[in-house]
């Protein structure tokens, strides 16, 4: 028996993009076989729904009514509904796992926290962060930027992606043994095509976020669901990127290591 959760996806009230009702996702979802559900909308530093002027509680309050109605919604069919968000950095994105509304009203210094604090403060939580399609590549991002020293695993398949981008996370998270996840990326349920939906797939229901959060840390068994034949793309076909670490303590961006080209499989590195 295995349970399937969505670890990705957005309500049209907590983010600016979003399409969906909270209630609207979790019936869609109910109706796709999944158990459960987290909601992940765009936080401060990206494409929130909110208003920055208005006072920290009356944000948090907004922010959250994607999150409470799905969770509503989702009591009354069945389908578990956890509590994320998505905080945008330079383009880098990071999925928090764990941490509640609650946590978010006591801590409103939340959104100039770099990475490195973001990471230290969710873990004392007993959270977890992943890093977001690591190797999109959009108009919106002006280069790719890895933070692997910001998160506790990386998105390895995202339906948001060009399948390519996700070919060169697949081989980013081997070089480096990284704990992977995968997620729709859902702003629209009225539109999402359940033949690419992805997700998670647990030999256990969740209890909480912190749960989640708990397996990622532990390097639990979270198994990324990815359509069939999602990752066979020709590599020879995928255009050269340029990849950046990020390294907040040094504060320049620096090239990842001289030799490997992630858009390479990673046996063909020395070559
Ligand atoms: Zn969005
Ligand atoms: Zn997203």
Same mark, same amino acid.
């Given at each position: 028996?295995?349970?399937?959760?969505? $670890?990705?996806?957005? $309500?049209?009230?907590?983010?600016?993009?979003?399409?969906?009702?909270?209630?609207?996702?979790?019936?869609?979802?109910?109706?796709?076989?999944?158990?459960?559900?987290?909601?992940?909308?765009?936080?401060?530093?990206?494409?929130?729904?909110?208003?920055? &002027?208005?006072?920290?509680?009356?944000?948090?309050?907004?922010?959250?009514?994607?999150?409470? !109605?799905?969770?509503?919604?989702?009591?009354?069919?069945? =389908?578990?509904?956890?509590?994320?968000?998505?905080?945008?950095?330079?383009?880098?994105?990071?999925?928090?796992?764990?941490?509640?509304?609650?946590?978010?009203?006591?801590?409103?210094?939340?959104?100039?926290?770099?990475?490195?604090?973001?990471?230290?403060?969710?873990?004392?939580?007993?959270?977890?962060?992943?890093?977001?399609?690591?190797?999109?590549?959009?108009?919106?991002?002006?280069?790719?930027?890895?933070?692997?020293?910001?998160?506790?695993?990386?998105?390895?398949?995202?339906?948001?992606?060009?399948?390519?981008?996700?070919?060169?996370?697949?081989?980013?998270?081997?070089?480096?043994?990284?704990?992977?996840?995968?997620?729709? &990326?859902?702003?629209?349920?009225? $539109?999402?095509?359940?033949? =690419?939906?992805?997700?998670? !797939?647990?030999?256990?229901?969740?209890?909480?976020?912190?749960?989640?959060?708990?397996?990622?840390?532990?390097?639990?068994?979270?198994?990324?669901?990815?359509?069939?034949?999602?990752?066979?793309?020709?590599?020879?076909?995928?255009?050269? $990127?340029?990849?950046?670490?990020?390294? !907040?303590?040094?504060?320049?961006?620096?090239?990842?290591?001289?030799?490997?080209?992630? =858009?390479?499989?990673?046996?063909?590195?020395?070559?």
């Amino acid at each position: 028996m295995s349970f399937l959760y969505e $670890t990705h996806m957005h $309500t049209c009230q907590g983010s600016a993009c979003g399409r969906s009702t909270g209630a609207e996702q979790a019936r869609f979802y109910h109706e796709m076989g999944y158990a459960g559900i987290i909601i992940t909308d765009h936080f401060t530093g990206g494409n929130i729904a909110v208003p920055k &002027d208005l006072p920290w509680r009356e944000r948090i309050d907004r922010f959250c009514a994607g999150y409470e !109605e799905a969770l509503a919604e989702g009591q009354k069919l069945g =389908l578990d509904v956890f509590f994320g968000w998505e905080q945008n950095y330079d383009g880098d994105e990071y999925l928090i796992y764990g941490p509640d509304k609650a946590w978010l009203l006591a801590h409103p210094d939340i959104e100039h926290w770099t990475r490195q604090r973001q990471l230290e403060e969710v873990h004392k939580a007993g959270g977890a962060v992943i890093q977001a399609h690591p190797f999109r590549n959009r108009d919106y991002i002006r280069y790719i930027l890895l933070g692997l020293k910001y998160c506790d695993g990386i998105e390895v398949a995202n339906t948001g992606n060009k399948p390519d981008f996700d070919l060169s996370a697949k081989h980013y998270a081997e070089a480096y043994g990284l704990l992977t996840t995968a997620g729709s &990326d859902n702003h629209n349920c009225a $539109t999402a095509n359940p033949a =690419l939906l992805m997700g998670v !797939e647990l030999p256990r229901r969740l209890e909480s976020a912190f749960d989640y959060a708990r397996m990622i840390r532990s390097r639990g068994p979270i198994r990324p669901v990815i359509p069939r034949g999602w990752l066979d793309v020709d590599v020879n076909a995928v255009p050269h $990127t340029p990849s950046y670490w990020i390294d !907040e303590d040094r504060r320049d961006l620096r090239r990842v290591p001289t030799g490997i080209d992630f =858009l390479l499989p990673v046996d063909r590195q020395s070559t």
